[in-house]
């Protein structure tokens, strides 16, 4: 079972910049796709950013609120996945974790690492 560890969160001004990366322990080359998701307390996780990969074909989905400044990669040979976040909001404070989803549609999950965007 793969191990998924996040880095990169901290506290940043509004208008600053973060980068996020998720490690995993095993190869990721074989998941249908990574996806990263933020949740603040007594909300619904939110689907940040996915990036889905059949075959040469690569699609990427972003939520309307990140759109234009958040960009998600995906380092196979490297085994990262990491999320690139322009132009911070203070709503865009958040737990950031990172997840994995194989052929069988079972997620794997990261711990997470919070980000904080100060106004």
């Known amino acids: 079972q793969v191990q998924l560890v996040e880095s990169g969160g901290g506290l940043v001004q509004a208008g600053g910049s973060l980068r996020l990366s998720c490690a995993a322990s095993?190869?990721?080359?074989?998941?249908?796709?990574m996806e990263w998701y933020r949740q603040v307390p007594g909300k619904e996780r939110e689907l940040v950013a996915r990036?889905?990969?059949?075959?040469?074909?690569?699609?990427?989905y972003y939520a309307d609120s990140v759109k234009g400044r958040f960009t998600i990669s995906r380092a196979n040979a490297k085994n990262t996945l990491s999320l690139q976040m322009n132009s911070l909001k203070p709503e865009d404070t958040a737990m950031y974790c990172c997840?994995?989803?194989?052929?069988?549609?079972?997620?794997?999950w990261g711990q997470g690492t919070q980000v904080t965007v100060s106004s």
């Open positions: 997840a994995a989803r194989d052929r069988g549609d079972t997620r794997y």
């Open positions: 095993g190869s990721i080359s074989s998941f249908n796709a």
């Open positions: 990036i889905r990969s059949s075959g040469s074909i690569v699609s990427i």
